[in-house]
């Protein structure tokens, strides 16, 4: 079991940055993949990107590519969301998600078993 602690979310206007920290606990933390996802009220959760357990393997969705950069130290645990060049259309809120997967299998939810509890992250016009 994987314990995930989102931090990093708030308000910022187009065009601005934020980047999210996920910290994660338990015995085989180094070992997962690391997604993130988000989710507007009363739509389906949304991957963002994933990484794999080395850091070798990137994934992200075609919304965010060139904005976004997924990373991980597993030495010092977070994996970081960087968000460059924020839209409005990017409100939402953010999970961080642990699992294992491969490939394609990584762009879906039901690839993950353990999530964080959300932090909102809101760009304004």
């Known amino acids: 079991q994987v314990q995930l602690v989102e931090s990093g979310g708030g308000l910022v206007q187009a065009g601005g940055s934020l980047r999210l920290s996920c910290a994660a606990s338990?015995?085989?933390?180094?070992?997962?993949?690391m997604g993130w996802f988000r989710q507007a009220p009363g739509q389906e959760r949304e991957f963002v990107a994933a990484?794999?357990?080395?850091?070798?393997?990137?994934y992200y969705a075609t919304s965010v590519k060139g904005r976004f950069t997924i990373s991980r130290d597993n030495a010092k645990n977070p994996v970081y969301l960087h968000m460059n060049s924020l839209k409005p259309k990017d409100t939402d809120v953010y999970f961080c998600?642990?699992?294992?997967?491969?490939?394609?299998?990584?762009?879906?939810?039901?690839?993950?078993?353990?999530w964080g509890q959300g932090t909102q992250v809101t760009v304004s016009s």
């Open positions: 990484i794999n357990r080395s850091g070798g393997n990137t």
């Open positions: 338990g015995r085989t933390a180094s070992s997962v993949v």
């Open positions: 998600a642990a699992g294992y997967c491969s490939g394609y299998e990584c762009y879906a939810p039901t690839s993950y078993g353990n």
